[in-house]
């Protein structure tokens, strides 16, 4: 069974710092392009950061200089680290990934991971 693992959310105080991990598991021949999405409540779903499997990668204008999306290629597993988090990052964080199965490239998302910026 194919699936995207997720873990590391949680609650934390603003200005305070968290580690998200994805890692894809099952009979997969290889990760393309990672990333992670966010959606807040009431809000539509947004991509914080993609990365493609060379590590060229791309963040919305707010997560610039606060987040890094990074990836182990071995272990099948993208991460991001958020610093000098907000209130405003509340929200539930997704991780999606293109992965090359026996039956082709599909496209997959993770159960999301609850994080809480607050005081």
């Known amino acids: 069974q194919v699936q995207l693992v997720e873990s590391g959310g949680g609650l934390v105080q603003p200005g305070g710092s968290l580690r998200l991990s994805c890692s894809a598991s099952?009979?997969?021949?290889?990760?393309?392009?990672m990333g992670w999405y966010r959606q807040a409540p009431g809000k539509q779903r947004e991509s914080v950061a993609t990365?493609?499997?060379?590590?060229?990668?791309n963040y919305i204008d707010s997560a610039k200089g606060r987040f890094t999306i990074s990836r182990d290629n071995a272990k099948n597993t993208v991460y991001l680290q958020m610093n000098s988090l907000k209130p405003e990052d509340t929200a539930v964080y997704y991780c999606?990934?293109?992965?090359?199965?026996?039956?082709?490239?599909?496209?997959?998302w993770g159960q999301g991971t609850q994080v809480t910026v607050s005081s």
């Open positions: 990365i493609t499997r060379s590590g060229i990668t």
């Open positions: 099952g009979s997969i021949f290889s990760v393309y392009g």
């Open positions: 999606n990934a293109d992965l090359l199965l026996p039956s082709g490239v599909r496209n997959y």
